[in-house]
């Protein structure tokens, strides 16, 4: 059983550019988490999605910021116009059921610079 | 809201003895506790959670974490370290109330561990 994948695992970008980031959760696996770790931090929520619906995006930035989980295919996580800010691991993670209980397990990330 | 506290950077500890990693938590209400593992570029790995029951709770790799209500601690411990357990831990909580907000885990802001052979 293939675990959380995400690509690309290196994406570089240039101020203004747009970066898209792919996550396919774990087979059977129907919540997905973003999350973003910045250098020598902890990660950070961003976003919670089930299939064609966002429940929680209480710690996405207002501006720039957007997620997806389409019926078919992987949730992407797209930031627009990109700043040097923006420059950190960015890791997905997904869990089978909502509930407190059920173990979020998370992929490889994809590690976002902005020049 | 909800808060993680990981009191040390880093931890430094001989091949062979125990190791202890600390975790202390905020919040409102009943929590559920994760450890995870991050090794260098890598995700980050699950290695046991409290969830209810017993207070000593056993994982993956040898490792066991202690839950402590009074103390609101959540500290990491294996016997007997090995060098590659060398890893950043995180420690992570999660209310157990249903509302906005309990989707999320909060995390420490993580211990480097280094086991020196």
């Known amino acids: 059983n293939a675990g959380v994948m995400q690509n690309p695992r290196h994406l570089v970008r240039r101020r203004g550019q747009e970066a898209r980031l792919r996550c396919s959760p774990m087979?059977?696996?129907?919540?997905v988490y973003w999350y973003r770790q910045l250098p020598e931090e902890g990660l950070k929520f961003m976003v919670y999605?089930?299939?064609?619906?966002?429940?929680?995006e209480s710690g996405m930035p207002k501006e720039r910021f957007s997620a997806e989980f389409p019926k078919e295919g992987p949730s992407i996580l797209r930031i627009q116009q990109v700043v040097r800010g923006d420059s950190a691991a960015y890791f997905c993670?997904?869990?089978?059921?909502?509930?407190?209980?059920?173990?979020?397990?998370f992929g490889p990330g994809t590690r976002l610079l902005v020049l | 809201a909800q808060s993680v506290a990981q009191p040390e950077d880093q931890v430094n500890v001989a091949e062979g003895n125990p190791l202890t990693v600390k975790c202390t938590y905020s919040?409102?209400?009943?929590?559920?506790l994760f450890w995870y593992v991050q090794y260098p570029n890598r995700g980050l790995q699950f290695l046991l959670k409290?969830?209810?029951?017993?207070?000593l709770v056993k994982g993956s790799y040898g490792f066991e974490a202690e839950f402590n209500k009074s103390q609101t601690s959540f500290h990491l411990k294996k016997p007997s370290a090995l060098v590659s357990d060398s890893a950043l831990y995180f420690c992570?909580?999660?209310?157990?109330?249903?509302?906005?907000?309990?989707?999320?885990?909060?995390f420490g802001k993580g211990t480097k561990l280094s086991v020196i052979p």
């Open positions: 087979k059977g696996h129907s919540h």
């Open positions: 993670a997904s869990s089978p059921i909502l509930g407190g209980q059920e173990t979020q397990y």
């Open positions: 992570a909580v999660r209310v157990t109330d249903s509302g906005a907000g309990s989707y999320q885990l909060t």
């Open positions: 919040v409102s209400g009943n929590p559920y």
């Open positions: 409290y969830i209810t029951g017993d207070n």
């Open positions: 999605l089930q299939k064609e619906n966002i429940i929680d």
